[in-house]
């Protein structure tokens, strides 16, 4: 039996990352064809979404298209979906209003805001609230680690032709910027720099740089000022959209070292089973949900974590995870499953099964 699963995102890399995840996450153990339909959507006034959450909330068909009207987004699948998975305030209301409205079962990442549980059927954190009320207790599925869209064996592929034509082993870099508590200053990108040619001296490797959205201009240009063909094979500068992905230094590269401002970065990372070395500036005022999931990450032996400061002192270790990332992933499939068997479809009023799509501004 075929499965469709929308994924709505807001255009961010780490939300769309997520989202993508849980839906892999969901077609790995179906049984039969599962299809993967990912659209971007945006309110046209991100100013209403606290009154979109309000309406969507209603279960009404006039609150359904009050709310789908408020959107601009790619057109939506001619097929309706058997579940929508979303990450992002941009698309919480959005994901609930075509759940109700096509009647199916829905997939919330991160904060489900001030929404009703029985708006959602499932809710994917990090952690369990333990002051949430008992339906909403009821409808977390806490998942320890961050999903995203890493295809380790596509990736691997994707990095081939990196790993032939190396000298050296081949180690990535991948940078982010301002962020999650993480704030850097000129100094610290030339600390990097200065750590990554001295590692790649004293351990004969090569670098795979790639810089990202956050970073700046003036990362990517510090950076390479301590790189040469000598100790760096190949680079990616962000320079916008169009701007080559970092799938194949993931598949190349045999150690990972991420900043850690990117929860999203890290478990792209982390999803190769590979070592990975999180690293941080000097100013760095990590709290909440974000530093209790890279504490777990670390405790896990899935992530060691580095001051860039100390990084030239860098020496590798053996990788030798308590819990596999895969492992945490099957614990993961087998309780959202099991949520997810238990929920009934969200109801629309008044509608009939499998209603014709909402009108939704194309983007």
């Known amino acids: 039996m075929s499965q ?3 994924v709505l995102h807001d255009g961010k890399p780490g939300h769309f990352s997520q989202a993508q995840g849980v839906a892999r996450l969901l077609a790995r153990g179906h049984r039969g064809d599962t ?3 990912a659209i971007r959507a945006r309110p046209k006034l ?8 309000l309406l969507a909330a209603m279960n009404q068909p006039w609150a359904q298209r009050l709310v789908s009207i408020a959107y601009r987004c790619d057109e939506l699948p001619d097929i309706a979906p058997d579940i929508v998975v979303s990450f992002g305030g941009n698309v919480l209301a959005l994901n609930v209003a075509l759940s109700q409205h096509w009647r199916c079962r829905n997939v919330v990442i991160g904060n489900c805001y001030s929404l ?3 708006a959602v059927s499932a809710n994917v954190t990090a952690f369990p609230t333990a002051s949430a009320s008992s339906a909403w207790q009821q409808c977390n599925v806490s998942s320890r680690v961050a999903l995203c869209k890493t295809d380790a064996e596509q990736n691997t592929r994707a990095g081939s032709l990196l790993s032939e034509q190396a000298e050296r082993p081949l180690w990535a870099m991948l940078v982010g910027g301002d962020g999650s508590g993480l704030r850097y200053q000129e100094s610290d990108w030339h600390q990097l720099g200065q750590a990554m040619a001295a590692v790649a001296t004293r351990h004969g490797i090569q670098w795979l740089l790639t810089t990202s959205r956050r970073s700046g201009q003036q990362a990517g240009e510090i950076l390479g000022s301590y790189l040469d063909e000598q100790n760096c094979l190949s680079s990616i500068v962000y320079q916008g959209a169009s701007s080559p992905n970092a799938d194949a230094y993931l598949g190349a590269a045999e150690r990972i070292f991420c900043t850690e401002d990117s929860l999203s970065m890290v478990s792209e990372a982390v999803a190769m089973h590979k ?4 690293l941080r500036p000097a100013n760095s005022v990590i709290r909440g949900s974000h530093l209790r999931s890279l504490l777990y990450l670390q405790s896990q032996g899935l992530v060691e974590r580095w001051a ?9 270790s053996a990788f030798m995870p308590l819990r596999s990332y895969e492992q945490h ?4 499939y087998q309780r959202l499953q099991a949520r997810l068997a238990n929920t009934e479809p969200v109801e629309g009023e008044a509608l009939p099964a499998r209603p014709a799509m909402p009108e939704v501004a194309a983007r």
Do not use: F, M, T
């Open 308 to 316: 860039i400061a100390d990084l030239e002192l860098y020496q590798p």
């Open 329 to 332: 992933l099957d614990s993961l």
């Open 116 to 118: 009703p549980a029985n």
């Open 275 to 278: 070592p990975v070395i999180g």
């Open 46 to 53: 991100k100013l209403l979404n606290r009154l979109l959450r």
């Open 4 to 6: 469709h699963i929308l």
């Open 35 to 37: 299809q993967i339909r």
